[in-house]
């Protein structure tokens, strides 16, 4: 008897919700290891997923930077439609289990090994194919003047032809009778030769029954109900804990499992090769669909699930007044970004878990970013614990989000695509670090520069921090100055006030063609001392980082610690 094979056999489909074609697939690669972590992409993964299954590609997709444009554009246009469309884009979040259903039993048949299993795992993927397609099909014909994006216009494309093919229609046809010529098998009749002492010494199957056996029909008849037509026991029916799944119609449910317990009975080995003899003509029907594959759905469902999830993400912040924006793309060789009322989405995420009085948006503080020919390094200074580091994670969350193909947490954006962000966070020192803190964090920081091109954008907070102020200083000028060298754009988060000020100085003594700008994340200072803004705006630095102040807060400046030997020795 020839099985029919599963589907992941086909040649991949030619239509797809976030590739124009198989070559900018096959480019598209995740460039710097640290993205995931230091952008907590992981949680927003987590957050967009419908499904658990779906939480790995869709990390996957966020930490895989795109510069095609018009790769880009396809995923943006098939994004907007589902925005703009809620009702279309529940009900595609709605096929999602039955799609996903259709991708385990797929699965199931690679697992199996009995050949009955084999088929009737064929015919459920069929069955179920033939479910997704026509209720996707269904859809798209109903939204068919809704969306305007080309990604989906070529799935409704390819829907249609599917279902108008003669092959799909005739298994729409003959798979329902063949499900229920196999439903007709319900029971099986097993003879037991007894010794003369009662023993039983043999058995053997009888028949194949369409009718189910029931127990003694005693009390039946007592309450008047007459089935002389039932095969019936002369002992209690005795059913197995997993009869359950079946009596309700479920002939895959736990079958494998449970046919495995039984393997060594030589008895359901021989019922094995009786139901074989059942499902051959089966079999030899499917063979028929050899041709007809899963994998186009199977490969849309992680792509649904991302346009899905990613919908469902804007429209929760949107409703909490926070705004999200189709970025503008700009060409690459313009090494620019505009952004107007950009927030950090990974803080509004957090926020949004808990219950604040005045809503999300009173908490979320904003702020325009720019990176143009005035200056594409940024030197950034300021307060401790004043949003400097909420702000660059902000700026390469905005790349990410947008070279993904999805609306970015700003009231306006315009960019050009970088080819890679790269990170530099402080190292933790461990006892196993053989160069030390300042060796390890040299060692990232060459190899950054070795990847990085005109192109890339370089977030490096509180790099080189790990030694002496003085030494910090001159490491990180020769960095700064490398990066106007290169002509990258970088955001650069220190409390070396210095190096700001020598922004001028770099940009007259080093040539290149990134110009480096000086930042401040802004204070407000009042007789109730200061008050962070977490505004950042281009000023010169203004020398201090206002430790004393937040040595007041946490109770442990001068003034306060003195006073606890005060009370001290006033106790003693």
């Known amino acids: 008897m020839r099985i029919p094979q599963p589907a992941s056999q086909l040649e991949p489909p030619k239509i797809s919700l976030l590739w124009l074609d198989n070559e900018a697939a096959s480019r598209a690669t995740a460039k710097d290891p640290s993205l995931s972590d230091d952008l907590r992409l992981k949680v927003i993964a987590d957050v967009m997923s419908?499904?658990?299954?779906?939480?790995?590609?869709?990390?996957?997709l966020l930490a895989t930077l795109l510069t095609d444009e018009a790769t880009l554009r396809y995923r943006q246009d098939v994004f907007e439609d589902c925005l703009e469309n809620p009702e279309f884009t529940a009900s595609l979040r709605g096929l999602l289990p039955q799609i996903r259903d259709l991708h385990n039993t797929v699965r199931d048949i690679r697992a199996r090994r009995n050949q009955v299993s084999l088929v009737l795992s064929r015919l459920t993927e069929l069955e179920n194919y033939i479910e997704c397609v026509s209720a996707l099909d269904a859809l798209m014909r109903q939204h068919s003047n809704d969306l305007k994006a080309a990604g989906w216009k070529s799935l409704a494309a390819e829907l249609q032809r599917i279902v108008n093919e003669p092959a799909f229609r005739q298994m729409m046809e003959e798979l329902p009778p063949l499900r229920a010529e196999i439903r007709q098998v319900v029971s099986v009749t097993v003879g037991v030769n007894l010794s003369p002492d009662l023993k039983p010494v043999a058995a053997t199957l009888l028949s194949l029954n369409k009718q189910r056996f029931r127990g003694p029909r005693f009390f039946r008849k007592f309450w008047g109900i007459d089935d002389e037509d039932a095969q019936r026991g002369i002992s209690a029916l005795r059913e197995s804990p997993d009869a359950g799944p079946y009596r309700h119609g479920s002939i895959l449910a736990e079958r494998r499992e449970t046919l495995d317990r039984l393997a060594a009975n030589a008895l359901f080995s021989d019922l094995g090769v009786v139901l074989d003899d059942v499902i051959r003509p089966i079999a030899k029907a499917l063979e028929r669909y050899t041709h007809v594959r899963s994998s186009l759905l199977r490969a849309m469902e992680p792509e649904i699930a991302f346009y899905v999830g990613g919908a469902q993400l804007v429209s929760a912040l949107r409703e909490r007044g926070l705004p999200l924006c189709r970025p503008q793309l700009l060409p690459l060789d313009e090494r620019r970004l505009e952004a107007r009322a950009l927030y950090n989405l990974d803080l509004a995420l957090r926020l949004a878990r808990q219950e604040r009085e005045g809503g999300l948006k009173a908490h979320i503080v904003s702020n325009d970013v720019t990176f143009d020919e005035n200056g594409r390094i940024h030197i950034l200074t300021g307060p401790n614990r004043g949003g400097k580091t909420t702000y660059l994670q902000a700026i390469g969350l905005l790349h990410v989000l947008a070279q993904t193909g999805l609306p970015v947490p700003a009231e306006s954006a315009a960019l050009s695509p970088v080819d890679g962000v790269y990170l530099h966070f402080p190292a933790e020192e461990k006892p196993n670090m053989e160069s030390g803190r300042l060796g390890e964090e040299a060692g990232r920081l060459r190899e950054i520069f070795r990847r990085a091109t005109r192109?890339?954008?370089?977030?490096?907070?509180?790099?080189?921090?790990?030694?002496?102020a003085t030494e910090s200083y001159f490491l990180a000028r020769d960095v700064v100055s490398c990066l106007r060298i290169l002509g990258a754009r970088a955001l650069f988060v220190t409390h070396l006030h210095e190096l700001a000020a020598d922004c001028?100085?770099?940009?007259?003594?080093?040539?290149?063609?990134?110009?480096?700008q000086?930042?401040?994340?802004?204070?407000k200072e009042g007789a109730d001392g200061v008050r962070r803004t977490?505004?950042?705006?281009?000023a010169p630095p203004r020398g201090q980082s206002y430790a004393r102040e937040i040595a007041r807060q946490y109770g442990i400046s001068f003034e306060q610690l003195q006073a606890l030997f005060v009370e001290g020795q006033d106790g003693g």
């Open 534 to 538: 977490y505004k950042v705006r281009p």
């Open 518 to 523: 000086s930042l401040i994340s802004q204070v």
């Open 50 to 60: 419908p499904h658990v299954d779906y939480l790995r590609p869709i990390h996957n």
């Open 455 to 468: 192109h890339s954008l370089l977030l490096l907070n509180e790099s080189l921090a790990s030694t002496s």
């Open 504 to 516: 001028e100085s770099i940009n007259s003594e080093v040539a290149g063609g990134s110009r480096v």
